[in-house]
């Protein structure tokens, strides 16, 4: 029997499970995009990857993080509920130890993560608006009728230097027209798209940072060639994408997990068999007072499992049922 | 019957509403104080408002009209200038003006001008002038403001000693848990003070094993001794308090890391809060994150980053005690 580590990571755009073995290799990742459902493309994604493994597997572990890791942890039982800075911080150090720099870009988030001697030393998140980021990308794709995925060798082919207005993604798209209106080719559009995305992230979340290599480039939009190369070009040095650049935060979760087990002496998590059960929402606002929380009620197979989303208390604190089962 | 005198909680009510109750209530008058922040507050302060306005000013507006039917006046004093040579936020002078334009059917407003960029050699006068509206008697007045004034500084004292008043939200004592890591939540008082605002932030810092302060639990005259070392023109109030707060600290490095908040399109911390990092940064070893804030009701944002900051100091407890036991 192979004993196993889960990794889940629900983000905005893509839910990633990963699964790694007792020395931190990783064995198998799913990435699926997320499509504003987070407990359809969790629950197929854990299908799915219970029926890759087969019978043969013991889960020791599971952690989860991304914007819907609590959400996760409700749904599968976790060890730990990791942040995103944090998970994607252990996972590049586990690939490449000496690593200086995280370049993260996401579906709604994009981080910098900086490391010195092997500890996250500092970090910076993009502020209230998701410009610049992997839901962008995907929206100019599908606005220019490309694939994503070919999104970044097109920008490769560029000749030319377009430069796009990079300061706010609405800025963007109508420079993006204007240039498009006045006849330049769609090659050198999209790569002046990627420079405007990788001069804006230096500019927001890199002002005033020392990017010392070596610089690892994560997360989903990683796999965006134009935007390395752009990166590369910026900082004048090699940009590490590791092998699974769109799953790190899972991995990071994944270590933690390990961790956090070994200390504890036993899972949470309810079992690759959670994937075959069934799951609804109900909400509903609380007219208890001014503030109107709105509270999420959580089913699996129709029994009340987990309430969450109001302030005081009144509803996430009380214990549901006799299987003492909790927002984590 | 007493005259009602409504005041909004929000804004420089934070700094300032112990000196104001205690004032309009030494005249005689009933006081009534608008909630808590909350949803509805938001919702009707941001439908109100100018678009254009920062979020505390939106909820500025909220707080006037949860109140305005309530009260004979509401108290919204024209404030540009609080000490000598320096000025405060221009939304704050344009206030009343604004409340009136964007909200119909008011009560009198109580907006007597506020100006002490010069001196303060007509303080009685801007004191008397707001008593008017309530008490015909200049020594009524006066005398009721001495005592004000009294309980202001008593108040002060006690958030020194980091005691805060229930009525801020912000309750500082108040921690179940081992404090073991200290956190300096930098910002104006509305976004510190203002739990629906920031989201209980405060809070979720002393979730995280941590003791909370606040720029104002800094005895003045530290930040007036460590600001001289600024280069440069003050210009705000605000400004005055935050960078000093930056220089105390990182002079005395008495924290484990620094969280300044502050909120989408603030003027002020755009210059401000910039300072506040180069300083921090520049001199210190201090971690240091910015949060900023606008009308977003979902946690998850704000939630990620105080985890990831929190898990990064203590990151790095374990490494420079790991330096300290090897020598």
Known sequence: MKEIYLGVDVGSVSTNVIVMDSDNNVIDTLYIRTKGKPIEALKMGLGQMKSRLGENVKVLGLGTTGSGRHLAATMLGADIVKNEITAHGVAALNIVPNVNTIIEIGGQDSKIILLRDGIIYDFAMNTVCAAGTGSFLDRQAERLGIPIQEFGSLALKSKSTVRIAGRCAVFAESDMIHKQQLGHNQEDIINGLCEAMARNYLNNLGKGKELKPPVIFQGGVAANIGIKKAFEELLGCEIIVPKYASVMGAIGACILAKEEVKKRGKTKFLGLNIADSSFNVQSFECDSCPNMCEVVKFYRDENLAARWGDKCGKWSNVQISQNDEKLA | ?327
């Open chain 2, 1 to 327: 019957m007493a005259i009602k005198v409504g005041i909004p909680k929000s804004l420089l009510f934070y700094e300032y509403y112990p000196l104001w109750i205690s004032f309009f209530e030494g005249l005689g008058a009933e006081v009534i104080v608008s909630d808590d922040t909350n949803k509805e507050i938001l919702d009707i302060g941001v439908k109100a408002s100018i678009d254009e306005a920062c979020i505390p000013v939106k909820i500025f507006h909220g707080h006037v009209i949860n109140i305005k039917d309530k009260v004979d006046y509401l108290f919204i004093p024209r404030i540009k200038s609080l000490f000598k040579n320096e000025y405060i936020c221009p939304k704050f002078s344009g206030l009343p003006e604004m409340i009136k334009s964007s909200i119909k059917e008011l009560p009198p407003i109580i907006d007597v001008e506020i100006n002490f960029f010069k001196s303060k050699k007509h303080l009685k006068d801007t004191v008397i002038r707001a008593g008017r509206y309530v008490s015909s008697s200049n020594r009524v007045i006066m005398s009721s403001y001495n005592r004000a004034y009294l309980e202001y500084k008593k108040h002060r004292k006690k958030i020194k000693e980091g005691i805060i008043n229930e009525l801020t939200g912000a309750d500082i004592v108040k921690n179940n848990i081992v404090d073991v890591r200290k956190v300096m939540v930098m910002g104006h008082p509305y976004n510190l003070y203002d739990s629906y605002l920031n989201m209980n932030l405060l809070n979720k810092i002393k979730q995280n094993e941590a003791k909370v302060f606040t720029p104002e639990m800094i005895d003045d005259k530290y930040l007036n001794k460590y600001v001289k070392d600024f280069d440069g023109e003050l210009y705000w109030t605000f400004a005055r308090k935050l960078i000093g707060t930056a220089l105390y600290l990182s002079h005395k490095e008495c924290v484990d890391g620094i969280i300044y908040i502050s909120t989408f399109g603030c003027g002020i911390d755009s210059v401000v809060g910039d300072i506040v990092e180069k300083l921090i940064r520049r001199n210190s070893r201090i971690p240091f994150v910015h949060i900023s804030l606008d009308e977003h009701s979902g946690e998850a944002g704000i939630n990620t980053r105080v985890e990831a900051f929190m898990d990064m100091i203590k990151w790095r407890d374990v490494l420079e005690d790991n330096i300290s036991a090897h020598g």
